[in-house]
């Protein structure tokens, strides 16, 4: 076999490929994947109106790989290279082999040039160097004596000597890649193949550090019959924070409320990259118990340290993450399609795309021209307040619509942001943004939109009245004033309270909705409506 070719050391290490002596258990490597299908879950903590976090997603996927592989007859380890860094372990599941599997593991170390150093302790490598005098380099053979937590020892000819301490340009030369050591996430796995051959089989493994959400944009526009029209469009946002891409994947997203009880940040523990740091040793002789210290350098004005830390947080962490996620394609053509999974919701991109490493994608999902709904006016009621009409509040909107077919929509709505705008001469004009649960087809759907400058309310109990009283099952007199200075007749909702705190009397049409007791009205354009009923606690049971 070709010997191959050196490795240098210059400031940095650049690295080339090793053979390994032969070893009892053949090693062979699993092709590149021939299809890949990538499952997004969205983080099972995180809630309504919380935002996704760009910079730790505490999501995760299903990634489904089919591979080529070819086993020699008997016992061999099989490495599938190029996994996902946030790969559980745990997970993985390899069909397709005649023998199964009867061990797996994953690399713990990544190629780099501390590993480097470390997988050649004891071993030789050549250390060239510029003479002082001539400026020649000059190569001699040198074995590494320490490990790279610290400072690099080497013992030469002359004896032991830190590298980079002499303040020369010095280049260290390795004879290969120590086993074991790869650029890439390796996932392994031993099997056994009596007799040989070559198999297609298909690797399956939870990934931690994705995530995704949706957010939608609606415009609205004139309804019939009174009622408010929307034209409604939404994206699937999805991250990927692995340093990996899945290219030209089938791309999935998982809607609902999933339990999750591992912790897959935990077990995934990603295999780490670790750089190799080179200290020199205090000048002086430690013999002697007294090394002499070199002076250290004077501080960095703080100008100049701001800059240098700004510096190295760009161009080692955050200016590849921004300009990856700012770089957010276009929607494709065809829209998600929606599939049932048991109570949850399966989303599925009829497109081939690619999950790019440290990135974003957005996928178009929803488009309905003609969503119907109508604006209710909403405000409190307060039973321990005292009634004055000249503290009128204006009252919230919602637009609130059905999630069916006969209102214009008819699909589940995951959780995600909800942006509005209106029309006018100026054009499209933004007038509210809210996050949004988890709507399934069939519920009611209504999304807080902001504070009316045209129809005002108080709602309190009367000067004259006790407050309630739960000992005693005192009814509060309570007064509402509702005033509508808009072109059109409004709709108020009146929110009395919560329905096993509060008992109502005196006036028709209440009602329960999502655990609150609520009076509906119409008040008319150009009018002021008042109503008067009664509110109490429930009197507490004596035993």
Request: net charge negative.
């Amino acid at each position: 076999m070709a010997r191959a070719a050196p490795i240098l050391l210059v400031l940095g290490l650049v690295l080339a490929p090793w053979s390994a002596g032969a070893s009892a258990r053949e090693v062979v490597d699993a092709s590149a994947p021939e299809a890949l299908s990538v499952t997004l879950y969205r983080d099972p903590d995180r809630g309504v109106d919380d935002a996704m976090n760009r910079n730790w997603p505490r999501g995760f996927a299903m990634i489904s790989e089919t591979r080529v592989v070819t086993l020699p007859p008997g016992v061999s380890t099989v490495r599938f290279g190029g996994v996902a860094e946030g790969m559980v372990t745990v997970s993985a599941i390899v069909t397709g082999l005649p023998g199964g599997t009867i061990e797996k593991n994953r690399n713990a170390d990544l190629l780099s040039p501390a590993a480097l150093v470390d997988g050649t302790l004891g071993n030789r490598v050549t250390i060239t160097r510029s003479n002082p005098a001539t400026g020649q380099p000059s190569s001699e053979s040198a074995i590494v004596r320490t490990r790279a937590d610290g400072g690099l020892v080497l013992q030469t000819a002359g004896g032991f000597e830190a590298v980079r301490c002499s303040g020369l340009p010095e280049k260290l030369t390795f004879a290969g890649v120590p086993t074991g050591l790869s650029a890439d996430p390796v996932f392994t796995i031993d099997t056994r193949d009596d007799s040989g051959g070559t198999y297609r089989v298909t690797l399956t493994y939870l990934a931690w550090g994705f995530d995704w959400q949706a957010h939608y944009v609606a415009t609205l526009k004139d309804g019939r019959r009174g009622k408010v029209g929307m034209r409604l469009m939404s994206w699937l946002t999805m991250l990927n924070d692995n340093g990996q891409s899945f290219a030209d994947t089938e791309l999935l997203a998982v809607a609902g409320t999933l339990n999750v009880e591992s912790n897959y940040q935990a077990l995934s523990d990603p295999p780490k990259a670790r750089p190799l740091r080179l200290t020199c040793y205090p000048i002086g002789s430690t013999a002697r118990g007294s090394p002499v210290r070199p002076p250290l350098p004077p501080p960095a004005p703080m100008a100049a340290m701001g800059a240098m830390y700004k510096s190295e947080s760009i161009i080692v962490t955050a200016r590849r993450r921004d300009e990856s996620m700012q770089d957010v394609p276009v929607a494709l053509t065809e829209l998600a399609s929606e599939e049932a999974l048991g109570d949850l919701k399966l989303y599925r991109v009829p497109e081939r795309v690619t999950v790019s490493a440290k990135g974003l994608k957005q996928v178009a999902f929803l488009n309905k021209e003609d969503v119907e709904g109508e604006f209710i006016h909403t405000a409190p009621c307060e039973a321990y307040s005292v009634f004055d009409e000249d503290e009128a509040d204006p009252a919230g909107i919602l637009f609130a619509t059905k999630n069916d077919e006969k209102h214009g929509l008819g699909a589940s709505l995951p959780m995600g942001g909800f942006t509005i705008f209106e029309p006018s001469s100026a054009g499209d004009l933004l007038i509210g943004e809210q996050t949004i649960r988890d709507y399934a087809v069939g519920q009611d759907v209504e999304i807080p939109i902001g504070e009316s400058t045209l129809v005002f309310a108080a709602c309190a109990r009367m000067a004259n009245s006790d407050e309630p009283d739960a000992e005693t099952g005192k009814w509060a007199q309570m007064r509402a004033v509702l005033s509508n200075a808009g072109r059109n007749n409004a709709k108020v909702r009146l929110d009395l309270g919560a329905s096993a705190q509060w008992e109502v009397s005196g006036v028709k049409g209440t009602r329960v909705k999502d655990g609150r007791r609520i009076l509906e009205t119409t008040v008319r354009s150009g009018q002021r409506k008042e109503i008067t009923f009664r509110l109490r606690r429930p009197p507490t049971k004596v035993e």
